[in-house]
């Protein structure tokens, strides 16, 4: 059935994951993580995309010295909805090496902000997957709330948006009083016909000097186009700006388990070939949104 969720399979054994080909500076962050703990204990949405997925921090933590990764970013999953208990325990329990980033309701308490601020939150989850069809100012308004507690707080928004989506919102987001980062390269999910001018526009987004664009989820967008595309969008990104990239692994790869995180980790040479570039995206720029 349409409504039913997908069914989460168990990660890929850590043995069978590659080490990158290229060594990741020091300090190097993951600004893409997920975790999951008990059920029991940490209940779900109403009607999940997906069953509760194979992803605890302790999985994570031993794939860190594999992949060479010193910090991370727990990225609150649509499956706890605005319920951030899960990501709130998980930063209490590694302390320094993570910082989050929550998800809202728009009519949070300000003693819960005070709170997510102490336990590491640093930035909003939009997820507009959920709002695609909702009125252009119904959206606009809640971007805009949104911003207004993160400038409060010195954070930024993230958004998780589909990609004619992100292109709708192009003024609005030029306009946005704080920093923002746009998960899985804008999600611009195919070569279609006039698909290059799809891309120049979201480039222009890093005129800002506010917008930074995630290296993630390449193999979500491959779904609807060929890798040769994903790789092109990097790389334009990368030539850009990057100083305004940021790399992610999306771990524990919901509903494609069997992905490779070293092989992820490996395409960021081919899109960032030089040592410099990659101390940016993997280093300094993780670490001016996340380090405070």
Known sequence: MANEPLISLPLRPLETISHPSFKL???????????????????????PRYTLPDGTVEQYRQLMPLLGVERFVLVQPSFYGTDNSCLTDTLASVGDLARGVAMLEPDVP?????????AGVRAIRLDLFKR???????VGDYIDWMAGIALRFGWHLQFYTPGRLVLDLLHQLSNLPVDFVIDHMGYLLEPRSGAEDDLARLLGLLETGRCYLKLSGSYRIAKYGSQDWIDSVA????????????WGSDWPHISFSD????????RLAEWAPSDQERNLILVEN???LFAT
């Open 132 to 138: 695609a069809d909702d009125p252009p100012k119904a």
């Open 286 to 288: 993780p670490r001016r």
């Open 259 to 266: 992905v490779d995180t070293g092989e992820i980790a490996s």
């Open 110 to 118: 300000e003693a819960e902000l005070r709170q997510l601020h102490v």
């Open 25 to 47: 500076p020091p300090g190097s962050w993951d600004t893409h993580v997920h975790v999951f703990g008990p059920a029991q204990r940490y209940p779900h949405v109403a009607d």
């Open 235 to 246: 790389r334009a990104i990368v030539e850009r700006a990057p100083e305004r990239a940021l």
